[in-house]
């Protein structure tokens, strides 16, 4: 299971992670592995909302996180 989770914050395409993001949000409850690559996700999304289609950056209030 952490080679698996380890294995998703290697990747680095947007478009590979869709999947991905619709598994964790139809989960009822996260397990440890589903909240690494959850954590993965939000990384690499980050990471690369430049070139995601119509991305916008999101402006958090202060002391969100």
């Known amino acids: 299971r952490a080679g698996a ?5 290697v990747l680095r395409d ?3 992670l869709m999947p991905l ?5 139809e989960a009822e409850e ?3 592995l589903e909240d690494t690559a959850l954590k ?11 070139s995601i289609p119509g ?9 969100t996180f």
């Not at 993001?21 to 949000?25: G, H, P, T, V, Y």
């Not at 991305?55 to 002391?63: D, F, V």
Request: hydrophobic share 45%; glycine share 8%.
């Open 21 to 25: 993001r619709e598994l964790i949000m």
């Open 30 to 32: 996260l397990g440890e």
């Open 14 to 16: 947007p478009r590979a």
């Open 55 to 63: 991305a916008t950056p999101q402006k958090k209030p202060a002391g």
């Open 40 to 50: 993965s996700f939000k990384k690499i999304m980050a990471a690369n909302w430049q």
């Open 5 to 9: 989770a380890a294995a998703l914050g």
